[in-house]
Structures are given as C-alpha cells and as structure tokens.
C-alpha cells in the first residue's frame, strides 16, 4: 500500500488522509480509495501485462469519449496505478430491487437501457486506432481462446460435478462449437466481462465501464449474451427480450443488423457463455473455496435449463451432457425449490373454501356456479366432470367454455409473472354446489394447459372427488 500512498503525493503533492480497501471479487488485484485533496481508486495488480492492457485500454477509451476511469499516474514499474473515483454504485447493485423480485421498475429500466445502448460506442468507437496487441492475455478472439474456456468448464466444473462423460465425443462438439462462433469476424472490441458488476453508476444516473481489461477483438454477440445472461442478474425473459431490441437498435448506427440471423447467432455464443461462466464458477467456488461463486451456480444451471428447451442439434454429445448435468440431484434439488409449482383444485362451496397450505392466501377462487349445472340432471348425477357423458354437454351447452377463456387469461397473466419473478407458490380454486361437475371439468383443464403451456409443476386436487394428480415439468 505504501507504493500508491507514494504515487498518491507525487500525483497530488499532499499525501492522502485516508486509505480505505475496497471489496473485490473473483480478481487478484487489490483497490484502495485514497481520500484527501482529491479522491482517488489506487489499484495493485501482480501481474504487469494485465496491468499495462487495463492502462492502455482506459487512455485509448478516454481519447474517444467513451465513459471509462481516467487513468491518473502509473508507477514506472507498472505494478500500480491511480485511477478516477467513479463511487461506489454498481449497476449490479442499482437494479437490486429488480433481481430480487424481477420485477424492475421504471428506474432500474432505464439504467440498464442507458447501458445497453452504450455498449456499441465502445464495442465499435473503441476499436477505432486501437492496437490490439496491448490486450491481455490474447489480442484476439479465436479458436484457441474457445478451446480455452471450453477445456475451462470441462475440468473446472464438469469433472468436479463427478458426471462421467466421453472426452473425445464431447471434443468433437467443442470443435463444433468454436466452427460456429468463428462464422462472424469482426474488428470490434470485445469487452468479454461485460455484466452488471462492471458498470459503475455515478451521481448522475449514467453508467460507466470498468474492468475491461481482459477484452479483446472479437464479435459483438459476445457482449450481449454476457450481461443479459448473467447468472445473477435475474433479468425475466421479456426485459431481455426488451433490451436486446434496445441493443439491435442502437448497433445500427454501426452496421446493418439481419434480426433472425442476429438471435441465431447470439443463441450460441449464450451457451458457449454459460459454460465459461460455469467454468470460472466453479474454479473460484470448488477449487478456491469462494462462497460467492458458488451461490451464483444454481443461477447458471438455471439459465442452462431454459436454453436447453430448445435443441441444439449442431451439438448431439454435449447437448446429451448438459442435459444430464441439469438433472443431477445436486442441481435438481435446488432448481425444483425455486421453481413455481401451481396448485389447482376444485372443491363445494358447502364445504367450504380451500386453504391454501402455502401461506399465500389462496390466490384465484373461480366461482362456477353461474354456469349451467348438468347435476340438476338425473342421468348425469352418477358422473363427474371427468366423464365424457359430463364434457359432452358442458362443452355442447357453451357456457363453461365462455367461462373458463376468461379464467384461463387471467390465470395465464399471473403464472407468467410468477415466473418472471421467481414465486414460488399459486394456487387457483374452482368451485361448484357439490364439486363434482363444473368445478371438476375447470380444473382438470387449467391444470392441463398450464403444464403444457408453461412447464411448471401443477398439482390438482379434486378434494370432493378424493382425486390427486400431479402434472411435472416436461425435462
């Protein structure tokens, strides 16, 4: 430390008053706020080349106005230098609220837009008369540097999951992989770390990159699959799907963007994404013992699922592998307590109303009594809502079909934004006089379609009929 108290007098001819550590993360560099005539972040990095691509970059970025650290002094070794304090808020930590509940608000939206449409200034304006060769540890994006993160993830995590596999078929398809990511060559920057902890928001509520020196030339996909996938950073699909519209706008100004081309493309490089985020996950957690890291994996492993719903056939063997690891119990145990289950039932309003044994109130009562009751009838009293004698003639009389579009909508609305949010719990009641027919035929079918519609756990409950039945996510 005294080497930047040192810096910190040459720099501004006082020496600082106070010298406080800042919090780090998965890196080896050590920060320090020097606080006195002027405030500054003092960086110890260990490693020379690392230092000198951080340094090098930040002018560059600077001399073309991009919101980046001014880098301040630099010791003649380069093992330390003093950069611009630009505070204490994360982007990570400014969106708290959204990842907690993702449900962000109007505020949070807007920083993160500000940040999206930021990242081609630097992706394509800071690739404008920069020397590459200053990156670290590699100057580009290439085969050799997939294989790395590729090779990253098979022995830091997949090996240390203990799921046996066959190295030279998965090979085959890392190959594959790294063929597919290489078909779009460009000359921009590729920041490769960009995500949520990286951006620093100032006073003003304008976002500011940090960090970056670990990037490269590279595509821009990269990028984009980076900070909307990050593990932790709990984006629902349809603010992802909001600021990937945002991106594709804004890269525009750049080139001319093929939207169905672009979602392919980005497709891959997520998943090549999360497996090198997994690798880091689990070189930091298993082998470095850093809790931080291993809490974010059931994050991964959840994004890895989602992905996985959509076949990626370019990659048989490791598609077959990465759908055995989601499945392991380590990582299927925690998902399922994530995940949403909804509980459906039906029941007589003589009987009284269900309690929800979930704590949450009940959620949806649909009263069905409105609708015509086939009970009233001798030859239907001996069937349920179940029998096709019963669906014959609620389906034929209409009414039922009336209502339960309007119950479904509703329904629908509320399963999708429970998973958006990460609720864990719904529960919607269907109810008649003696919960045998309507409420019966309601329920069997919202249970139905919301297992089909959204894949998530429904357990139905037919409580006058003595009926159980669980519907489970299709794997």
Not at 421 to 444: D, E, I, K, P
Request: glycine share 6%; proline share 4%; hydrophobic share 35%.
């Amino acid at each position: 430390m005294n080497i930047l108290t040192s810096l910190y007098k040459e720099t501004v001819g006082t020496e600082p008053l106070e010298v406080e550590e800042l919090p780090t993360a998965g890196s080896n560099r050590r920060y320090f706020r020097l606080i006195g005539e002027k405030t500054l972040v003092g960086v110890i990095g260990t490693c020379v080349e690392e230092n000198r691509a951080f340094i090098q970059l930040a002018r560059h970025f600077r001399s073309k106005g991009l919101p980046v650290p001014e880098v301040v002094a630099v010791t003649c070794d380069e093992t330390a230098y003093l950069q611009e304090d630009l505070g204490d808020v994360q982007l990570f930590n400014a969106i708290q609220k959204g990842r907690a509940t993702r449900s962000f608000g109007p505020d949070e939206k807007e920083i993160l837009v500000k940040t999206i449409r930021l990242l081609p200034d630097l992706q394509f304006n800071g690739a404008t008369g920069l020397d590459f060769n200053v990156c670290y540890p590699s100057a580009e994006f290439d085969v050799r540097s997939i294989m790395w993160d590729l090779n990253y993830f098979k022995y830091c995590f997949l090996k240390a999951t203990g799921l046996e596999f066959l190295e030279d078929k998965l090979e085959d398809d890392f190959q594959t992989m790294a063929e597919v990511l290489m078909r779009n060559q460009s000359s921009t920057f590729m920041y490769r770390d960009f995500q949520s902890r990286n951006v620093m928001v100032r006073d003003n509520g304008e976002p500011w990159f940090i960090d970056f020196q670990g990037g490269r030339k590279g595509p821009f996909y990269y990028d984009v699959a980076s900070f909307l996938w990050q593990a932790k950073a709990n984006f629902p699909d349809s603010l992802r799907q909001d600021l990937i519209k945002e991106y594709i706008d804004s890269l525009r100004r750049y080139v001319p963007v093929d939207e169905d081309y672009f979602y392919e493309q980005l497709r891959h490089f997520v998943l090549f994404r999360t497996l090198q985020v997994l690798g880091a996950y689990g070189f930091r957690g298993y082998f470095e013992k850093k809790p931080h890291f291993m809490q974010s994996v059931p994050f991964a492993i959840a994004n890895l699922r989602v992905l996985l719903e959509r076949p990626y056939p370019e990659y048989p063997y490791l598609s077959k592998l990465l759908n055995e690891l989601v499945e392991m119990k380590q990582f299927s145990d925690e998902l399922e307590q994530r995940s949403l289950t909804v509980k459906v039932m039906s029941f007589a309003y003589k009987k009284g109303i269900p309690n929800d044994t979930s704590g949450n109130g009940g959620g949806f009562v649909f009263d069905c009594r409105a609708v015509n009751n086939p009970g009233k009838y001798e030859r239907y009293k001996p069937f349920t809502g179940l029998d096709q004698q019963v669906i014959t003639f609620l389906e034929e009389d209409g009414e039922i079909l009336d209502f339960l579009s309007h119950a479904q909508a509703l329904v629908d609305a509320s399963v999708k934004r429970y998973m958006e949010r990460g609720f864990t719990n719904l529960m919607v009641s269907f109810g008649c006089t003696g919960g045998q027919h309507r409420s019966v035929y309601c329920a069997q079918h919202i249970a139905e379609h919301i297992n089909k519609e959204f894949n998530v756990k429904v357990e139905l409950v037919h409580r006058e009929q003595n009926i159980e039945q669980t519907f489970k996510p299709r794997r």
